[in-house]
């Protein structure tokens, strides 16, 4: 079963850091570009960061430029996002996926064929 597994959330003092990690399985996504999202109720998700097959190349959103940084591990099928500076508008459920149609630095949800469950992030002011 091809899957993305995402860990690391909880609960964070406003300021405090965070660093969620996402583990594939069931094939290697190291020729694959990967993305980390995050959704709140009621709203669409949001996307954070990506990162292109080889690691080299990133792009962020405003919501992360700054405090996030996203990176990968294609040794061992995984991505991260350090979390820092954290805010409670950070508070939501946060998703890694991976496209098998960019290698680049897709910038839309709907370009991203693979999701996790989400992992809860909860910053307390």
């Known amino acids: 079963q091809v899957q993305l597994v995402e860990s690391g959330g909880g609960l964070v003092q406003s300021g405090g850091s965070l660093k969620l990690s996402c583990v594939g399985s069931?094939?290697?996504?190291?020729?694959?570009?990967m993305g980390w999202f995050r959704q709140t109720p009621g709203q669409q998700r949001e996307l954070l960061a990506v990162i292109n097959w080889r690691g080299d190349n990133t792009y962020y959103t405003d919501s992360a430029k700054g405090r996030f940084t996203i990176s990968r591990d294609n040794t061992k099928n995984m991505s991260f996002l350090q979390m820092r500076s954290l805010k409670s508008e950070d508070t939501a459920v946060y998703y890694c996926a991976a496209s098998f149609v960019a290698s680049g630095l897709p910038s839309r949800a709907s370009l991203f064929n693979l999701w996790g469950q989400g992992t809860q992030v909860t910053v307390s002011s």
């Open positions: 069931g094939r290697s996504f190291t020729g694959n570009s």
